[in-house]
Nanobody, 116 residues
């Protein structure tokens, strides 16, 4: 099983920026469509950004034009650049495959807290 380790979460003010990273333990990462998920307090985990193996991206409306997902296949890393943060972005963020029916084991996630 692939191990995923997320990092980069922190406290931020509304309007600020953070960059999240995710390191994968296996080269199978390279051929998989990947995504960033988040789980806010009291809510279900949701998929907010995806990137195909070829680099095509997609976002949910709530983060579109503010978040940018990217990947570095040589490093087996996934990134999420988050700009113009809002209090509603407060959540634990996880990376995993973009196919919600075939996810790998979940990592610990990285916590993002945005104060207004």
């Amino acid at each position: 099983q692939v191990q995923l380790v997320e990092s980069g979460g922190d406290y931020a003010r509304a309007g600020g920026s953070l960059r999240l990273s995710c390191a994968a333990s296996s080269s199978i990462f390279i051929i998989n469509n990947m995504g960033w998920y988040r789980q806010a307090p009291g809510k279900q985990r949701e998929l907010v950004a995806t990137i195909t193996a070829g680099g095509r991206t997609n976002y949910v409306d709530s983060v579109k034009d503010r978040f940018t997902i990217s990947r570095d296949n040589r490093k087996k890393k996934l990134y999420l650049q988050m700009n113009r943060l809002k209090s509603e972005d407060t959540a634990i963020y996880y990376c995993n495959t973009a196919d919600t029916s075939k996810t790998w084991n979940w990592g610990q996630g990285t916590r993002v807290t945005v104060s207004s």
